[in-house]
């Protein structure tokens, strides 16, 4: 059973290619590019250039945070994910536009999740957490200061909760688990998980009403030039702690083999920068701190190119 904990511990995280259906991953790809088409065009009617740097710094410390794995009960480890957080100070259309980019690019350059799965990640890593804990949040919209942070921290926690049920859904009707040992099992073991998540929401959006409130209000949105490169050199802070991150593992492949479904699982298509390593500095401290440098300035990069692309041309004087 604690073998079966590792095991679904880390495939809510990132599911790998094989471990869902061929029909329940293209059903969890059509939903993804749904939502994410009505995402793009809702943050294109709501474009606010002074969020497109806001964004850029979230998708960077949610990348560099998902690195840090903390231990959890039965030997395995889990680390934040980080979609209530994004929706609450970028909104729900922006929010899951920034964890696609981070679920794409771990997918893409570390092969850190299955391309086949990559719909249902989404989903699971970005819909429905994001959602979930934003729409928590929201509730406590017009309250107290504290009262909206515990607002966060119930949110952020609910949906850790409530993804490990969505994977869990996915993996039985994949035929990969029972539908009623996978459902208490991770469910169970992910509440312990969101607490970690509730913490981590809160402390940083106790950190943002203190430094610059204005982030959280749908009204007044900006940031100055100084606080983006402050969140931006605390993602870069966080990678360095990468190699200190908890040794437990998730227990995967090796439960996997027990179990007898370890042939599912499907090797990506190429290895470019795998397990977060740089080639030539095998698996050493440095050479996951490179990776992670490399990923948080990718990522970035990516969100403020789609910040352009969102951008709508502006009529000129004449032409209106």
Not at 113 to 132: H, K, Q
Not at 200 to 223: C, N, Y
């Amino acid at each position: 059973m604690l073998a079966f904990i590792s095991l679904v511990a880390g495939i809510l995280l990132h599911i790998p290619d094989g471990f869902l259906s061929l029909v329940i991953s293209l059903l969890c790809w059509l939903a993804a590019v749904v939502m994410l088409a009505v995402a793009a065009r809702k943050a294109q009617v709501d474009y606010d250039e002074r969020l497109i740097p806001v964004a850029g710094v979230m998708a960077a410390f949610i990348f560099a945070a998902q690195m840090l794995n903390f231990p959890v009960a039965g030997g395995t480890s889990g680390h934040l994910i980080g979609a209530a957080l994004a929706f609450i100070v970028l909104g729900p259309w922006l929010g899951l536009l920034v964890m696609t980019a981070v679920i794409a690019l771990q997918a893409l350059l570390f092969q850190d999740g299955g391309l086949i799965v990559m719909g249902a990640n989404i989903l699971v890593m970005g819909l429905v957490p994001g959602f979930v804990g934003y729409g928590v949040y929201r509730l406590a919209a017009n309250r107290s200061k504290s009262f909206k942070l515990a607002a966060a921290g119930v949110g952020a926690w609910l949906s850790i909760v409530a993804a490990a049920l969505v994977t869990a859904l996915l993996l039985a009707f994949s035929g990969t688990a029972n539908l009623d040992i996978v459902v208490p099992v991770m469910v169970g073991v992910h509440m312990l998980i969101g607490m970690g998540e509730a913490l981590v929401t809160v402390a940083a959006l106790t950190f943002i009403m203190r430094s610059r409130p204005a982030l959280l209000d749908e009204s007044a949105a900006t940031a100055g030039g100084r606080w983006v490169l402050a969140g931006l050199g605390i993602a870069l802070l966080v990678v360095l702690f990468a190699p200190y991150a908890s040794p437990s593992p998730d227990g995967l492949e090796w439960v996997a083999g027990q179990q007898g479904f370890l042939e599912t699982a499907l090797d990506a298509p190429y290895q470019f920068l795998p397990d977060y390593t740089i080639p030539g500095l095998g698996e050493t401290g440095l050479s996951t701190i490179v990776a992670g440098l490399v990923g948080v300035l990718v990522v970035t990069a990516v969100i403020l190119l789609v910040g352009r692309l969102l951008k709508r041309p502006q009529r000129s004087q004449s032409g209106a």
